[in-house]
Structure formats: structure tokens, C-alpha cells
């Protein structure tokens, strides 16, 4: 394979860049105030300065602080040299946008006038704060109508709004696209007429990080067409935003597709106040939070409870004598807000019919989806209400065989009966990867081959795994759907929740896919080329593309909320693109919904599951590239430290994804020589990517296994709380609630842990030594192989010699302790070499990795049971050390045997 040249970027992202030059800029305009008036050292800083404020403008034309007015300012400052100034206004300004602090006192930040507010006084005297947020108006203006348009919003603004909005103007589709990606404050685009395509300057500094940009090609559209791409391309790299279109074309000329891409289109004649007024009634209504908003009225009501809960109201807490400090630890309005009524203005989860139902309608849009349902008992119950409302007894559901331990247990409450797929597995680190393509599509050849295609219902991938492996969703699904093209896809987006909210990540989610396919395959132009690929095919050979009369897009993603995003614990969502799901699964669904929701959900995660959907769809698309920005600055502070990388290594791309994987040819997305490697082209072609965020850290040079460093050195000495480990790493992640504090804690810890080790390596005496050189051999090299799924004893295979197995038999045989014995682990392998079959009666779940290695019905192989010898942990589920490994009895599965057969001979009779 042919490595692709990478592009590389000293800094990380825009606002690393920008932080940069600000940073710099300050140090510059201090030491011009220090330097003697006309010394070499003043010309030397005075050049620099010029240099940086050049740089400058080519970023912050993109923004609207500081603002052109600002800049301008500071422009003077430095011609006149007048350097006291010039360094106050480059701190000040600096210090806002370091901390963050402009957006919440905007009205004292965009005057265009000589005088100067210090925000820092007016903010104490401005108790309320305003939410501040930008527009961007895309037209090819002159400076005096930009001049004219902020004055007439400034006079048309209502000083006691609650939402106030800068301006940034951009005179091209290029640079609207630029501040699209850099400016996270942007909430509403107004483009204006058609502007033109290209940007008549773009500053060489900011080309790394705008390729997707740079890559698009609509020179040849026509002027009038322009306007209308903006906007679907607005929708496709931030479609959280608020999109307005102002133009003369008459309505009977507008294609329909383009009055559907804006919210609203108004026409040069009409007043700017309409504009205005449209923008922030956009804004209040992604503001709105119908459920929270409904649980606080509500706890502020006056009440009498003569229902259940004595906690209502925190009465039974205030006014007791022993539990006080609970109630003074969590306070009165969570109480306040504890109810079990469904009526007052508040609603019922398994039947919403108010603000239950308009916050779902809203999450809905925030997702993308076409439904999407609260969940609030976890993930894992998301999971089971979608295997129970789409799959039968009987039917085939393809599965990644180390997902997560709730997709098994649906399996055996649906019935279904699973055929496992295998990751790749990383053995040197004791990770699985992800199911390779080829894997899935070989498996359905081959169940088509048997005749058992017909039984396949669904797909069921983790997306992404808990090591941060991300799938190419699209291509999977094309590829299935060439030849089952009414798959179900269930993706466990469990640790993917905040993918949807930045383009690099979101084209690789379910929903995001599902809506890109269902558009795709219902143009003339798929239907073309479809066409065409049929005519290319040689006699026999299957095609690969879906056949756009019969494919349906039936995609289902469960979120675990409260991994990734704001939420209370076991806040999750299942969001759903299904266009069969009212003709078929509605009814089933609510079915499947109300047999695993609780008919008293918690009112403060449904709260928190609205409230958190208003923020992402404000400020996801920030939170999310802060996060990433985190993770990335940890790699590069392990990488670029001795005494780190003395002990630690931080996984990056090569080292969990083969190259078989990676056509792009992204190895790792920093190196001390070249600085940050682009990830937009492998997150559009690769098979595999790696998400950042999830950072594992190789710590087998420190002779410590994972489950005892998490323990007895972050945990214990720290307070650090990790995600999870092998037996030679650990797992740490980036949310959106991370901060640069904690990244430096973190940093901070693991130095002092290498200096512990560094000491206790000192002290050990010549055959201490060699105890701790084995130790981190056997971390290091002598690692076990991972195991593949074995198979299912033929007494529990669907149809002998096919793959596909009924877990669910296997499962409830074991009730009866008749049917059960138990083998010690030692004594395993002996039996296997007499040829005795071992057959699992349980799960058996080591923690970590936290997935079945064994099932209900699996053989047990000498690859499993070496594994499970090698293991370093202390926690097995469905294992006790005591008793041993429980399987079926010999007996039994000769009877099952019978059993089988017999069933397999009536399939065959009804078959002819």
C-alpha cells in the first residue's frame, strides 16, 4: 500500500493557533514598553508585533471579538507607538479570549465608538447575564453597508433582551464556510443574494485546517444556485444552526428543495427588524426546555400529597430529626421537584402527550433522527426495547461478539438467535478491536449459501468500541445492504453520544448515515449509476451496490447520555431512522418500551436529558472540539516528556488499527518532528479510525498489571477515576465536562507515579530485580492470545452445521441445577485433550474486558480457557473460583441432541 503524504500543523486546531498568536502578540507589546525609545531590541519587538498583528487579521476576520474595530485600535496603537496602550488592549483582550469571559457580558463589548468600557467593573454592576451568541451574514457587501447593518441592529436591539448577537460578515461562500468551522459562537446564518464562490484572500496559516473547504468545487455553479448550496452545506456542517435566505428570485422560481433547506425567506424589500425578530425567536425556541421548564413551575406550586412518595416536597427529610444532612446536601428544589404526578402541567414517559413529548420532539431534531425516546434506566434497557421490539423468536441478528453484556441478555428475552462476529483482536495489548467489513460480509454470503438469509433481521455493531475503534458506518451499511437490503442496524453509539455535534465525527454515526442513504438512494443519479453497475457485472457475480427499488433504511442507535454528555447517571436515549417504522415497528416498539420503562421514571434525568439537549445544540459543536483538543494535548504531553514516556506509552492510531485498516495512511496524530497529523481524510476513507478522546495508556514497562495501578495508585493516591483496563493498560477519556485543570492533574499524577517508580526501583535488591524484570516481561511479551468466539454445541444450533445458535435454550436448560455440573479451571484443559466437550451453562463476564468470553451453549475451547487462566483480574461474572467453570452435564446435551434433530428434520419436511 502506497502511504499517502500527511498534512501536519504545529498547533493542534484554530483557537491553539489563535491563543498562540495572542499570547505572543501580548509578550511582544509588554516588552516594546520596557525596550529604550529607538534601540535595536525596540525595532527587533516592533517588527514582531507588526508581523503577529498581520497574522491576526487573517484569523479574526472570522470572528466578531475582538471585532475589526478592536484590531483597528490596536493597529493605531502600534503605528503611533504608542506602546503603553497597545499593551493594555492586547492583554485585556487576550485575557478574555483566554478565559472565556466575553460571552457572558455582551453588552459592553461591540461599541463603535471612541469610547472604551471596562467590562470587568460593568460586569459587577450587570447582575444579569445576557446569552451572547453570532450571527454570520454571507453577502459580497461593501464596508460601508457592513457599517450601516451593525449600526441599524444595534438601534433595532432591545436593551433588555435576554439574547444579544454580534456580527460577522463574510463575502463568500469560502469564507462563510471557514467561520463556520473556527467560530463556535455562530447560532443563525443570514445569506444574502448569491455570493460568489472563492475568497479573495484566505491567510496561508489557516489551510491546514480548512481542507474540507478547500476541496469543494462550485466554480461552475451558476451565481443564483449559490445561495441555495450555502445553505445545504450550512445544514450539513452545523445543521444545529438557524439558516435564513434573502434573495429576489419569485416564489414560483424557488425549487422546493431549496424552500426547505431555510427556516425562513425573506426578500430585499422587507425590514430588517424581521430579520432580527426571526433570529432570536429561532434562538428561544432551541432554547426552550419544555420538560425542566414544566418540573420547575411545577415544584414552585403549592401542593398536597396524598399520593406515594413522603419524600415529595422533601417532607419526610426537613422534618425529621435524623436525616436533615440529606436534605441539606442535595437542597430543597431537588425535593421540590420529586413527584410521582403525571398531570399539573407535567407528563407520563410511556404515554407523553405534553412537555415529555415536545422535549423528545426536540431531542429528535438536536439527533437528527426521525423519533428519538428518553430512556431512564440505562443504556443496557435501551438496548434490550429495541432487540425485543424488532426481533422474533427465531429470527438471525448478526452481533459483534464483545459488545456490551445487555445486547446478550436481549438475545435471550427476544429469542433471537445470534451469530457472533469476531474483532480483530490486539493481543499485545489485550484489546479487541472492531468487525472487519470483509468478516460481515463473508458471514452473510455464507448464511445466504445455507438458505438462512430470509431469517437474518439485524446488525448489531458497537460504534465506537470502548477503546475509541470508530466504524465506517456508511460503507458497512452499503455494502450489507447490497445484499440483505432490509437489514435492521442497531448501532451502540453507548460512548458515542457526542459524535453528532462536530463534521469530522458525525459521519460516522447511524443517524447521520441513515439520512445521507435514504436521500442518496432515491436520485436519478444512484439510480443511474446503479444501472450501469448492473451491466458492468459478469455473469454470477453479486452486485455491490443496494438496489435502490428495494432497499429500506431501518437504522436504530442507542446513546448512553450520561456518558459523554450533560445528564444524570443512566440518562440514555434510543434514537431512531426508520422508514418502515410505522407501517411495521411502531406498535411493537411502544410495546417493547413499555415492558422495560418504569412507570415512575425519574423526573430529574428526564429533566437532565432536556436541559442537555438545549446545550448541545448551543454549544456542543464547542464543547466537543475542547474535548478532542484535551485528549490531543495529553497524547502530546506523554509523547514529548522523558520521565512520562520512560514508563507510559499512549496508544495512538498504529498501534490499535492494522494498516490492512487505514488506506489513508494516518499512523498517529502527533510526532515531536512534524506536530499534528490531519484526521479529516482517514475519518472520510478508512475502514477504522481512532477516536482521541479515548486515550490508552500502555503501562506494561512499569510491572504493574492494569486493575492494580487503577486501584493502588490513581484511585488511592489520586482520587482518579479511570474508565477501564487490561492487564497492560489503562483507559482514560475526554468529555465534554473535562477541563484544562484535570489534564493537568492527571499529567501531575503520572509524573509523581514515575518518580515513585523511579524510587522503588532503587531499592530493590538483585533477585527483586529480577522478580520486577519478569513481572514487566510478562506484561510486556509473554501476553495470552485473545480468544474468537468457539461455537455453539450442535444441541443448540439452530440448524446443524450452520452458524447461529438459540443462547435462549441454552439459557433457561440451566434453571434446572440437574442439568448443570461444575469443573474446575485447573482441570479444563485436561478434559479437553481426553476429548471431553465442555459446554458453557452461563455467561461468564471477566471485568475487564466486561464482555462474555463465554455464553449459554458455547463450547468451551483450550483458547478460552488459557485466556481465562491468564487473566489478572479478581472480578468474573457467572465464575466462581470455589466451585469452578459450571457446564452442562453429558447427559443433557445428548438428550438436547435428540431434541435438535428432531426439530431440524420437521424444519426440513416443512422446507419441501
Same mark, same amino acid.
Given at each position: 500500500?502506497?502511504?499517502?503524504?500527511?498534512?501536519?500543523?504545529?498547533?493542534?486546531?484554530?483557537?491553539?493557533?489563535?491563543?498562540?498568536?495572542?499570547?505572543?502578540?501580548?509578550?511582544?507589546?509588554?516588552?516594546?514598553?520596557?525596550?529604550?525609545?529607538?534601540?535595536?531590541?525596540?525595532?527587533?519587538?516592533?517588527?514582531?508585533?507588526?508581523?503577529?498583528?498581520?497574522?491576526?487579521?487573517?484569523?479574526?476576520?472570522?470572528?466578531?471579538?475582538?471585532?475589526?474595530?478592536?484590531?483597528? %485600535?490596536?493597529? *493605531?496603537?502600534?503605528? &503611533?507607538?504608542?506602546? !503603553?496602550? +497597545?499593551?493594555? #488592549?492586547?492583554?485585556?483582550?487576550?485575557? /478574555?479570549?483566554?478565559?472565556?469571559?466575553?460571552?457572558?457580558?455582551?453588552?459592553?463589548?461591540?461599541?463603535?465608538?471612541?469610547?472604551?468600557?471596562?467590562?470587568?467593573?460593568?460586569?459587577?454592576?450587570?447582575?444579569?447575564?445576557?446569552?451572547?451568541?453570532?450571527?454570520?451574514?454571507?453577502?459580497?457587501?461593501?464596508?460601508?453597508?457592513?457599517?450601516?447593518?451593525?449600526?441599524?441592529?444595534?438601534?433595532?436591539?432591545?436593551?433588555?433582551?435576554?439574547? %444579544?448577537?454580534? *456580527?460577522?460578515?463574510? &463575502?463568500?461562500?469560502? !469564507?462563510? +464556510?471557514?467561520? #463556520?468551522?473556527?467560530?463556535?459562537?455562530? /447560532?443563525?446564518?443570514?445569506?444574502?443574494?448569491?455570493?460568489?464562490?472563492?475568497?479573495?484572500?484566505?491567510?496561508?496559516?489557516?489551510?491546514?485546517?480548512?481542507?474540507?473547504?478547500?476541496?469543494?468545487?462550485?466554480?461552475?455553479?451558476?451565481?443564483?444556485?449559490?445561495?441555495?448550496?450555502?445553505?445545504?452545506?450550512?445544514?450539513?456542517?452545523?445543521?444545529?444552526?438557524?439558516?435564513?435566505?434573502?434573495?429576489?428570485?419569485?416564489?414560483?422560481?424557488?425549487?422546493?428543495?431549496?424552500?426547505?433547506?431555510?427556516?425562513?425567506?425573506?426578500?430585499?424589500?422587507?425590514?430588517?427588524?424581521?430579520?432580527?425578530?426571526?433570529?432570536?425567536?429561532?434562538?428561544?425556541?432551541?432554547?426552550?426546555?419544555?420538560?425542566?421548564?414544566?418540573?420547575?413551575?411545577?415544584?414552585?406550586?403549592?401542593?398536597?400529597?396524598?399520593?406515594?412518595?413522603?419524600?415529595?416536597?422533601?417532607?419526610?427529610?426537613?422534618?425529621?430529626?435524623?436525616?436533615?444532612?440529606?436534605?441539606?446536601?442535595?437542597?430543597?428544589?431537588?425535593?421540590?421537584?420529586?413527584?410521582?404526578?403525571?398531570?399539573?402541567?407535567?407528563?407520563?414517559?410511556?404515554?407523553?402527550?405534553?412537555?415529555?413529548?415536545?422535549?423528545?420532539?426536540?431531542?429528535?431534531?438536536?439527533?437528527?433522527?426521525?423519533?428519538?425516546?428518553?430512556?431512564?434506566?440505562?443504556?443496557?434497557?435501551?438496548?434490550?426495547?429495541?432487540?425485543?421490539?424488532?426481533?422474533?423468536?427465531?429470527?438471525?441478528?448478526?452481533?459483534?461478539?464483545?459488545?456490551?453484556?445487555?445486547?446478550?441478555?436481549?438475545?435471550?428475552?427476544?429469542?433471537?438467535?445470534?451469530?457472533?462476529?469476531?474483532?480483530?483482536?490486539?493481543?499485545?495489548?489485550?484489546?479487541?478491536?472492531?468487525?472487519?467489513?470483509?468478516?460481515?460480509?463473508?458471514?452473510?454470503?455464507?448464511?445466504?449459501?445455507?438458505?438462512?438469509?430470509?431469517?437474518?433481521?439485524?446488525?448489531?455493531?458497537?460504534?465506537?468500541?470502548?477503546?475509541?475503534?470508530?466504524?465506517?458506518?456508511?460503507?458497512?451499511?452499503?455494502?450489507?445492504?447490497?445484499?440483505?437490503?432490509?437489514?435492521?442496524?442497531?448501532?451502540?453509539?453507548?460512548?458515542?453520544?457526542?459524535?453528532?455535534?462536530?463534521?469530522?465525527?458525525?459521519?460516522?454515526?447511524?443517524?447521520?448515515?441513515?439520512?445521507?442513504?435514504?436521500?442518496?438512494?432515491?436520485?436519478?443519479?444512484?439510480?443511474?449509476?446503479?444501472?450501469?453497475?448492473?451491466?458492468?457485472?459478469?455473469?454470477?457475480?453479486?452486485?455491490?451496490?443496494?438496489?435502490?427499488?428495494?432497499?429500506?433504511?431501518?437504522?436504530?442507535?442507542?446513546?448512553?447520555?450520561?456518558?459523554?454528555?450533560?445528564?444524570?447517571?443512566?440518562?440514555?436515549?434510543?434514537?431512531?431512522?426508520?422508514?418502515?417504522?410505522?407501517?411495521?415497528?411502531?406498535?411493537?416498539?411502544?410495546?417493547?418500551?413499555?415492558?422495560?420503562?418504569?412507570?415512575?421514571?425519574?423526573?430529574?434525568?428526564?429533566?437532565?436529558?432536556?436541559?442537555?439537549?438545549?446545550?448541545?445544540?448551543?454549544?456542543?459543536?464547542?464543547?466537543?472540539?475542547?474535548?478532542?483538543?484535551?485528549?490531543?494535548?495529553?497524547?502530546?504531553?506523554?509523547?514529548?516528556?522523558?520521565?512520562?514516556?520512560?514508563?507510559?506509552?499512549?496508544?495512538?492510531?498504529?498501534?490499535?488499527?492494522?494498516?490492512?485498516?487505514?488506506?489513508?495512511?494516518?499512523?498517529?496524530?502527533?510526532?515531536?518532528?512534524?506536530?499534528?497529523?490531519?484526521?479529516?481524510?482517514?475519518?472520510?476513507?478508512?475502514?477504522?479510525?481512532?477516536?482521541?478522546?479515548?486515550?490508552?495508556?500502555?503501562?506494561?514497562?512499569?510491572?504493574?498489571?492494569?486493575?492494580?495501578?487503577?486501584?493502588?495508585?490513581?484511585?488511592?493516591?489520586?482520587?482518579?477515576?479511570?474508565?477501564?483496563?487490561?492487564?497492560?493498560?489503562?483507559?482514560?477519556?475526554?468529555?465534554?465536562?473535562?477541563?484544562?485543570?484535570?489534564?493537568?492533574?492527571?499529567?501531575?499524577?503520572?509524573?509523581?507515579?514515575?518518580?515513585?517508580?523511579?524510587?522503588?526501583?532503587?531499592?530493590?535488591?538483585?533477585?527483586?530485580?529480577?522478580?520486577?524484570?519478569?513481572?514487566?516481561?510478562?506484561?510486556?511479551?509473554?501476553?495470552?492470545?485473545?480468544?474468537?468466539?468457539?461455537?455453539?454445541?450442535?444441541?443448540?444450533?439452530?440448524?446443524?452445521?450452520?452458524?447461529?445458535?438459540?443462547?435462549?435454550?441454552?439459557?433457561?436448560?440451566?434453571?434446572?441445577?440437574?442439568?448443570?455440573?461444575?469443573?474446575?479451571?485447573?482441570?479444563?484443559?485436561?478434559?479437553?485433550?481426553?476429548?471431553?466437550?465442555?459446554?458453557?451453562?452461563?455467561?461468564?463476564?471477566?471485568?475487564?474486558?466486561?464482555?462474555?468470553?463465554?455464553?449459554?451453549?458455547?463450547?468451551?475451547?483450550?483458547?478460552?480457557?488459557?485466556?481465562?487462566?491468564?487473566?489478572?483480574?479478581?472480578?468474573?461474572?457467572?465464575?466462581?473460583?470455589?466451585?469452578?467453570?459450571?457446564?452442562?452435564?453429558?447427559?443433557?446435551?445428548?438428550?438436547?441432541?435428540?431434541?435438535?434433530?428432531?426439530?431440524?428434520?420437521?424444519?426440513?419436511?416443512?422446507?419441501?
Amino acid at each position: 500500500m502506497t502511504k499517502k503524504t500527511q498534512i501536519s500543523t504545529p498547533y493542534f486546531n484554530i483557537r491553539q493557533l489563535r491563543i498562540n498568536l495572542w499570547t505572543e502578540l501580548k509578550t511582544e507589546s509588554s516588552e516594546l514598553v520596557r525596550c529604550n525609545q529607538g534601540s535595536a531590541n525596540q525595532k527587533k519587538h516592533l517588527a514582531n508585533s507588526t508581523e503577529l498583528l498581520k497574522a491576526l487579521k487573517g484569523v479574526e476576520c472570522y470572528f466578531a471579538f475582538p471585532g475589526m474595530f478592536r484590531l483597528g %485600535k490596536i493597529s *493605531i496603537a502600534l503605528e &503611533r507607538e504608542e506602546f !503603553a496602550n +497597545l499593551a493594555h #488592549l492586547v492583554s485585556e483582550t487576550t485575557s /478574555q479570549l483566554v478565559s472565556d469571559s466575553y460571552p457572558s457580558h455582551p453588552d459592553f463589548l461591540f461599541e463603535e465608538s471612541e469610547k472604551e468600557v471596562d467590562i470587568e467593573e460593568k460586569a459587577k454592576e450587570h447582575k444579569t447575564k445576557k446569552k451572547y451568541f453570532e450571527v454570520l451574514f454571507v453577502e459580497n457587501m461593501t464596508e460601508s453597508d457592513e457599517h450601516d447593518l451593525r449600526l441599524k441592529v444595534a438601534e433595532i436591539g432591545d436593551p433588555d433582551e435576554q439574547f %444579544k448577537y454580534g *456580527i460577522v460578515v463574510q &463575502r463568500s461562500m469560502q !469564507a462563510a +464556510l471557514i467561520a #463556520l468551522i473556527f467560530n463556535h459562537n455562530i /447560532q443563525a446564518v443570514v445569506i444574502r443574494f448569491a455570493p460568489p464562490f472563492h475568497a479573495k484572500s484566505i491567510s496561508p496559516l489557516i489551510k491546514s485546517y480548512i481542507q474540507p473547504v478547500l476541496k469543494l468545487d462550485l466554480a461552475s455553479k451558476s451565481d443564483k444556485q449559490l445561495g441555495p448550496i450555502l445553505g445545504r452545506l450550512v445544514n450539513e456542517f452545523r445543521p444545529e444552526l438557524d439558516t435564513y435566505y434573502i434573495t429576489e428570485t419569485a416564489l414560483s422560481d424557488l425549487e422546493d428543495r431549496t424552500i426547505k433547506t431555510f427556516r425562513r425567506i425573506f426578500y430585499r424589500r422587507e425590514d430588517l427588524q424581521e430579520i432580527h425578530l426571526s433570529i432570536l425567536r429561532g434562538v428561544r425556541e432551541r432554547y426552550e426546555t419544555p420538560f425542566f421548564s414544566a418540573l420547575k413551575e411545577y415544584s414552585q406550586k403549592p401542593t398536597g400529597v396524598f399520593h406515594a412518595m413522603p419524600i415529595s416536597r422533601g417532607n419526610s427529610v426537613f422534618k425529621s430529626r435524623w436525616i436533615t444532612d440529606f436534605g441539606d446536601f442535595y437542597g430543597r428544589n431537588m425535593f421540590l421537584a420529586e413527584t410521582s404526578a403525571t398531570t399539573g402541567g407535567l407528563d407520563s414517559l410511556l404515554q407523553p402527550t405534553g412537555p415529555l413529548k415536545k422535549a423528545q420532539e426536540l431531542a429528535r431534531d438536536a439527533y437528527g433522527s426521525q423519533y428519538t425516546f428518553f430512556v431512564t434506566n440505562g443504556t443496557s434497557t435501551a438496548n434490550k426495547i429495541v432487540q425485543q421490539a424488532l426481533v422474533e423468536p427465531g429470527d438471525v441478528v448478526l452481533i459483534d461478539r464483545d459488545c456490551h453484556k445487555s445486547h446478550h441478555y436481549g438475545l435471550v428475552l427476544a429469542g433471537a438467535l445470534p451469530v457472533y462476529l469476531d474483532s480483530y483482536p490486539i493481543e499485545k495489548y489485550s484489546i479487541y478491536g472492531a468487525v472487519p467489513r470483509s468478516h460481515i460480509i463473508d458471514t452473510l454470503l455464507e448464511l445466504k449459501e445455507a438458505g438462512r438469509l430470509d431469517k437474518v433481521k439485524m446488525l448489531l455493531l458497537t460504534n465506537c468500541t470502548f477503546d475509541g475503534v470508530v466504524y465506517n458506518v456508511e460503507s458497512v451499511m452499503e455494502e450489507v445492504l447490497a445484499i440483505k437490503p432490509d437489514m435492521i442496524f442497531l448501532w451502540d453509539e453507548a460512548w458515542f453520544a457526542f459524535a453528532g455535534f462536530t463534521y469530522i465525527y458525525k459521519q460516522r454515526t447511524g443517524m447521520f448515515t441513515a439520512q445521507k442513504l435514504l436521500n442518496k438512494y432515491k436520485t436519478k443519479k444512484y439510480k443511474k449509476a446503479y444501472s450501469e453497475h448492473l451491466k458492468s457485472l459478469k455473469d454470477g457475480e453479486i452486485p455491490k451496490m443496494p438496489d435502490p427499488d428495494k432497499v429500506k433504511i431501518r437504522v436504530y442507535a442507542t446513546q448512553s447520555t450520561h456518558k459523554t454528555l450533560s445528564s444524570f447517571r443512566q440518562g440514555s436515549m434510543i434514537h431512531i431512522y426508520d422508514e418502515e417504522f410505522q407501517r411495521k415497528s411502531e406498535s411493537t416498539f411502544l410495546e417493547a418500551y413499555m415492558t422495560h420503562t418504569s412507570t415512575s421514571p425519574n423526573y430529574q434525568m428526564l429533566a437532565s436529558l432536556d436541559v442537555g439537549r438545549r446545550q448541545v445544540q448551543f454549544e456542543g459543536f464547542e464543547l466537543v472540539e475542547k474535548s478532542i483538543e484535551l485528549a490531543m494535548g495529553l497524547r502530546a504531553k506523554v509523547y514529548d516528556t522523558p520521565q512520562l514516556n520512560k514508563y507510559f506509552d499512549v496508544l495512538t492510531v498504529h498501534d490499535l488499527i492494522p494498516s490492512d485498516y487505514r488506506k489513508a495512511g494516518l499512523d498517529e496524530y502527533y510526532d515531536k518532528k512534524h506536530g499534528w497529523n490531519r484526521m479529516e481524510d482517514a475519518w472520510q476513507t478508512d475502514e477504522f479510525v481512532l477516536d482521541p478522546t479515548k486515550i490508552t495508556l500502555h503501562i506494561g514497562r512499569t510491572g504493574v498489571d492494569g486493575d492494580t495501578f487503577k486501584n493502588k495508585y490513581l484511585m488511592d493516591k489520586f482520587n482518579i477515576q479511570i474508565n477501564k483496563t487490561s492487564r497492560n493498560t489503562v483507559l482514560f477519556m475526554t468529555n465534554i465536562g473535562t477541563t484544562r485543570g484535570s489534564i493537568t492533574y492527571l499529567t501531575n499524577a503520572l509524573l509523581q507515579i514515575a518518580d515513585e517508580l523511579d524510587e522503588e526501583t532503587k531499592s530493590l535488591n538483585t533477585r527483586e530485580c529480577e522478580i520486577h524484570e519478569k513481572k514487566i516481561k510478562s506484561l510486556t511479551l509473554d501476553v495470552p492470545p485473545l480468544p474468537d468466539f468457539s461455537h455453539f454445541h450442535q444441541s443448540f444450533q439452530a440448524v446443524p452445521g450452520v452458524r447461529g445458535g438459540s443462547i435462549r435454550d441454552a439459557y433457561f436448560l440451566a434453571y434446572n441445577e440437574e442439568n448443570y455440573e461444575y469443573i474446575m479451571l485447573s482441570d479444563c484443559l485436561a478434559s479437553l485433550k481426553k476429548g471431553k466437550q465442555l459446554v458453557a451453562s452461563s455467561f461468564v463476564i471477566p471485568y475487564p474486558p466486561g464482555f462474555p468470553v463465554l455464553v449459554p451453549g458455547q463450547v468451551v475451547s483450550k483458547e478460552i480457557i488459557a485466556f481465562m487462566l491468564a487473566l489478572d483480574v479478581s472480578e468474573i461474572h457467572g465464575y466462581r473460583a470455589d466451585l469452578g467453570l459450571r457446564i452442562f452435564k453429558e447427559s443433557v446435551l445428548n438428550r438436547q441432541k435428540t431434541t435438535t434433530a428432531i426439530g431440524a428434520m420437521g424444519i426440513g419436511m416443512n422446507k419441501k
